[in-house]
């Protein structure tokens, strides 16, 4: 994929490097406006005090690093932090990563139909518009008529209120798995045909052949694998859609908590702070990742 | 047939029912509560009508949101198709000074600068510039988050498109345009299709953005309808909701389809949103 950079690059259609820029210059005029500019202007807003309405929303002040030490002392920042990670941790490194891999694993001695069947369910939780998956699962786990509570029999247990974080957990991983399953189908398609025949030769466990042959096989795979989709659950805003971070903050995870300090409480200047805290995160995991994509190449 | 071999068959296949019916369940809401004559938020073979059908026509805002996500989905698709060619084949047949560091940073842009971290900013800069309620803004934002992933895509596809068809064309004569009009692109034609398609099903799906561009109920995408809706309760929007849900999800679940069966899924590797 995208680390191919280098190849002779000849210009056969005589293209000629001014006319090349022109072709670039309307893509990277956009891309400068649109991401470069707002990532670099996050910085700047995050040293004012600058918000949505009253008197700082008209003369926004410069106030330092201000916004980064109250980032420090704050409960309810801390709390999405804290979220986020369990959010990352149970839904994308163990759930979509463990779903994924199994599916891909078990899959590929399945019939045809069974394979056929399995993948299109999982594609299409992948592929629907995040507002109709999310009340999808608003009524699979509603109080009074939900799905899950007839399905256990515990009609009145208002799960999304008394376990936010356990929901949202379930909902990303069926909403995310089908990715984690097509890369490590394609991952396990490297593995030797022969060397899984002779583990089953000389008669290792599934469990065995699992560890000693086909993991040093993919393990690339699942470093970048998991790298992509903790960054992607991290700045995932979905779960404002199934809880707006309630009940009392419980499943307040850091995009969640962005758009309410913002748009809800109007201090631009500090959720810009907390936004640039969240890019150079973002930043850190992909440069890790491209570096880990690099090295495979 | 061993009794081990039984054993790990019967598991084997409560597992992919296990995995199956948590993959399934969820969605058959979506497949009976909009043909049912008293929908709730449960599971149950409906009691056939297609009254909420026309409950959903005859509701006011229902199609209009979803005329604003055309309006705003082709808008993208169209830009971001259109400039992400022109940049790609200018970054794969030319050797632009400093191109390979270009490719790298766009590489980076894609995936760091996500909606969610550049909210406020774009929040600001939009209203500062006056374009709240505005779908034309909303889809040069959109289109501006996924130039980056669809020029890699579309460069792949070009890099892998032989030289040769343009060589020959140059020694029978043909200027730089006609090559570009009249061989380029029809040899590209299935990665334009399949990015146009790409970038439509994303922004078609998108609600962080116009969520936070639009305001008025009357110029809401399909998406942010739903929220709308959601946010309201109430019975007759039990009778709206599942059948606009069903409306809304078509266009991507055929789209999907159709790449499919054309040109086959591609995996790119790692490039969603």
Same mark, same amino acid.
């Given at each position: 994929?995208?680390?191919?950079?280098?190849?002779?690059?000849?210009?056969?259609?005589?293209?000629?490097?001014?006319?090349?820029?022109?072709?670039?210059?309307?893509?990277?005029?956009?891309?400068?406006?649109?991401?470069?500019?707002?990532?670099?202007?996050?910085?700047?807003?995050?040293?004012?005090?600058?918000?949505?309405?009253?008197?700082?929303?008209?003369?926004?002040?410069?106030?330092?690093?201000?916004?980064?030490?109250?980032?420090?002392?704050?409960?309810?920042?801390?709390?999405?932090?804290?979220?986020?990670?369990?959010?990352?941790?149970?839904? &994308?490194?163990?759930?979509?990563? /463990?779903?994924?891999?199994?599916?891909?694993?078990?899959?590929?001695?399945?019939?045809?139909?069974?394979?056929?069947?399995?993948?299109?369910?999982?594609?299409? &939780?992948?592929?629907?518009?995040?507002?109709?998956?999310?009340?999808?699962?608003?009524?699979?786990?509603?109080?009074?008529?939900?799905?899950?509570?007839?399905?256990?029999?515990?009609?009145?247990?208002?799960?999304?209120?008394?376990?936010?974080?356990?929901?949202?957990?379930?909902?990303?991983?069926?909403?995310?798995? &089908?990715?984690?399953?097509?890369?490590?189908?394609?991952?396990?398609?490297?593995?030797?045909?022969?060397?899984?025949?002779?583990?089953?030769?000389?008669?290792?466990?599934?469990?065995?052949?699992?560890?000693?042959?086909?993991?040093?096989? /993919?393990?690339?795979?699942?470093?970048?694998?998991?790298?992509?989709?903790?960054?992607?659950?991290?700045?995932?805003?979905?779960?404002?859609?199934?809880?707006?971070?309630?009940?009392?903050?419980?499943?307040?995870?850091?995009?969640?908590?962005?758009?309410?300090? &913002?748009?809800?409480?109007?201090?631009?200047?500090?959720?810009?702070?907390?936004?640039?805290?969240?890019?150079?995160?973002?930043?850190?995991?992909?440069?890790?990742?491209?570096?880990?994509?690099?090295?495979?190449? | 047939?061993?009794?081990?071999?039984?054993?790990?068959?019967?598991?084997?296949?409560?597992?992919?029912?296990?995995?199956?019916?948590?993959?399934?369940?969820?969605?058959?809401?979506?497949?009976?509560?909009?043909?049912?004559?008293?929908?709730?938020?449960?599971?149950?073979?409906?009691?056939?009508?297609?009254?909420?059908?026309?409950?959903?026509?005859?509701?006011?805002?229902?199609?209009?949101?979803?005329?604003?996500?055309?309006?705003?989905?082709?808008?993208?698709?169209?830009?971001?198709?259109?400039?992400?060619?022109?940049?790609?084949?200018?970054?794969?047949?030319?050797?632009?000074?400093?191109?390979?560091?270009?490719?790298?940073?766009?590489?980076? *842009?894609?995936?760091?600068?996500?909606?969610?971290?550049?909210?406020?900013?774009?929040?600001?800069?939009?209203?500062? *510039?006056?374009?709240?309620?505005?779908?034309?803004?909303?889809?040069?934002?959109?289109?501006?988050?996924?130039?980056?992933?669809?020029?890699?895509?579309?460069?792949?596809?070009?890099?892998?498109?032989?030289?040769?068809?343009?060589?020959?064309?140059?020694?029978?004569?043909?200027?730089?345009?006609?090559?570009?009009?009249?061989?380029?692109?029809?040899?590209?034609?299935?990665?334009?299709?399949?990015?146009?398609?790409?970038?439509?099903?994303?922004?078609?799906?998108?609600?962080?953005?116009?969520?936070?561009?639009?305001?008025?109920?009357? *110029?809401?995408?399909?998406?942010?309808?739903?929220?709308?809706?959601?946010?309201?309760?109430?019975?007759?929007?039990?009778?709206?909701?599942?059948?606009?849900?069903?409306?809304?999800?078509?266009?991507?679940?055929?789209?999907?389809?159709?790449?499919?069966?054309?040109?086959?899924?591609?995996?790119?590797?790692?490039?969603?949103?």
């Amino acid at each position: 994929m995208a680390t191919r950079f280098k190849h002779p690059a000849q210009d056969v259609a005589g293209l000629g490097t001014g006319r090349a820029l022109g072709f670039l210059a309307p893509a990277m005029l956009l891309i400068a406006a649109f991401l470069v500019f707002p990532a670099i202007w996050t910085i700047y807003i995050g040293i004012t005090n600058y918000r949505l309405t009253g008197v700082e929303a008209v003369s926004p002040s410069m106030v330092g690093l201000t916004n980064y030490t109250r980032a420090l002392n704050d409960a309810l920042f801390h709390n999405a932090l804290w979220l986020t990670m369990l959010f990352v941790l149970g839904s &994308a490194i163990v759930g979509q990563n /463990i779903l994924g891999f199994t599916l891909a694993w078990i899959l590929r001695r399945a019939r045809p139909a069974v394979r056929r069947t399995v993948e299109a369910l999982t594609l299409l &939780a992948w592929i629907l518009p995040s507002t109709v998956v999310a009340y999808l699962w608003v009524a699979f786990f509603d109080r009074d008529t939900g799905t899950l509570n007839s399905i256990l029999g515990t009609t009145g247990t208002a799960w999304l209120i008394d376990y936010p974080m356990v929901c949202l957990v379930v909902f990303n991983t069926w909403r995310g798995t &089908a990715f984690s399953m097509m890369l490590y189908s394609s991952a396990l398609q490297a593995v030797p045909p022969s060397q899984l025949e002779s583990a089953r030769m000389v008669g290792a466990s599934g469990w065995q052949t699992l560890r000693d042959i086909v993991f040093p096989h /993919i393990r690339g795979h699942v470093l970048t694998n998991t790298l992509l989709i903790s960054l992607w659950t991290a700045n995932d805003f979905s779960p404002f859609l199934l809880t707006k971070g309630g009940p009392n903050h419980e499943s307040e995870t850091v995009p969640v908590y962005i758009y309410n300090v &913002a748009l809800q409480g109007g201090e631009l200047g500090y959720s810009s702070a907390i936004s640039f805290l969240l890019l150079l995160a973002n930043l850190l995991v992909s440069l890790i990742y491209l570096r880990l994509l690099r090295r495979r190449a | 047939m061993t009794p081990a071999y039984v054993v790990r068959r019967i598991g084997f296949y409560v597992l992919i029912c296990a995995i199956t019916v948590f993959f399934a369940v969820p969605m058959l809401w979506i497949a009976s509560a909009p043909f049912d004559k008293n929908p709730g938020l449960g599971v149950h073979w409906p009691d056939w009508t297609f009254e909420n059908v026309r409950k959903t026509l005859d509701h006011p805002y229902a199609l209009h949101s979803m005329v604003n996500s055309l309006i705003i989905c082709i808008t993208t698709a169209l830009a971001v198709t259109a400039f992400a060619a022109l940049a790609s084949y200018a970054l794969s047949r030319v050797r632009i000074p400093g191109r390979d560091a270009l490719l790298y940073g766009l590489l980076l *842009l894609s995936s760091v600068v996500t909606g969610t971290a550049a909210m406020v900013p774009i929040f600001v800069m939009i209203y500062q *510039l006056g374009l709240i309620d505005s779908r034309f803004g909303v889809a040069l934002v959109m289109t501006g988050g996924l130039l980056p992933a669809a020029i890699f895509i579309l460069k792949d596809f070009v890099d892998a498109v032989p030289k040769s068809y343009e060589e020959s064309a140059r020694v029978f004569g043909a200027s730089t345009l006609q090559i570009l009009r009249d061989v380029v692109l029809p040899v590209a034609r299935p990665g334009l299709a399949t990015i146009m398609v790409w970038a439509f099903v994303n922004s078609w799906g998108n609600f962080l953005v116009p969520f936070l561009l639009i305001r008025s109920i009357d *110029l809401q995408p399909g998406a942010v309808l739903m929220q709308t809706l959601t946010d309201e309760g109430g019975s007759v929007n039990l009778q709206v909701l599942p059948v606009f849900s069903l409306l809304f999800s078509i266009p991507v679940v055929v789209l999907y389809l159709l790449v499919n069966s054309r040109y086959g899924f591609r995996f790119h590797g790692g490039i969603k949103s």
